[in-house]
């Protein structure tokens, strides 16, 4: 069982991967921080975002076990890891790593940008999940605030829409929903109504 969540910057879909994943007894994988990590060792070397040699050979030697450093989920290294996703040959040396996730038992929830399009095609159920920009941006504020970072609002919400537009409109793999992903708008849900609408649409399909 794969089950494949998609969805734009601080839509919640990695809160939503994990509750998921834990109801249903799945291992669950947030491939941003596969990017972050990507993004940060680059920021960190000094080296240049845009050096697709280096950030190949970046991405080909990540280790996982780091994909929990609460370092890579600053602002600086999202929009850090919007640059470096946009470089076809960094995706291709991600693709097996999520796939081969994505395979072994008992199930997985895999939460991204191109997950039902591009990483698992086949996965049993999609969905797609997308709130207010305004909304999101709210919500980043206070996460990041509660983390002790200072956060204006307003450039919270302008790196959103940044990141969004970047997403959306990159060459390879980007950020849309797929023909056959359930629409999930939480705008008006909080995380509880979140995870109960998406079990609803998981429960549908099984
Ligand atoms: O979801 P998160 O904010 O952690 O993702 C950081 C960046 O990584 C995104 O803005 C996007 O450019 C990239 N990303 C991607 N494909 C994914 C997940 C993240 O391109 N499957």
């Not at 998609?6 to 994990?18: E, F, H, I, Y």
């Amino acid at each position: 069982m794969i089950i494949a969540i998609d969805g734009p910057a601080a839509s919640g879909k990695g809160t939503l991967g994990k509750r998921l994943a834990h109801h249903y007894g799945y291992r669950h994988l947030d491939t941003g921080v596969i990017y972050r990590a990507v993004a940060k060792a680059l920021l960190d070397a000094g080296a240049d975002l845009t050096d697709e040699a280096r950030a190949v050979a970046v991405a080909m030697e990540l280790d996982p076990e780091k994909f929990g450093n609460p370092a890579l989920k600053t602002q600086m290294v999202g929009e850090a890891a919007s640059v470096v996703s946009a470089i076809p040959r960094v995706r291709e040396a991600l693709v097996n790593f999520q796939r081969q996730f994505a395979a072994d038992p008992p199930g997985a929830v895999l939460d991204g940008r191109d997950i039902g399009t591009v990483i698992c095609p086949n996965a049993d159920v999609k969905i797609f999940v997308i709130a207010d920009p305004k909304v999101r941006a709210r919500r980043r504020t206070l996460e990041a605030r509660a983390r002790g970072e200072e956060a204006d609002e307003a450039l919270v919400l302008a790196d959103i829409l940044k990141r969004d537009e970047r997403d959306q409109n990159r060459a390879i793999a980007p950020l849309k929903a797929a023909p056959d992903a359930y629409l999930l708008d939480n705008s008006h849900l909080d995380i509880e109504g979140g995870v109960r609408a998406a079990i609803d649409i998981v429960e549908a399909v099984r």
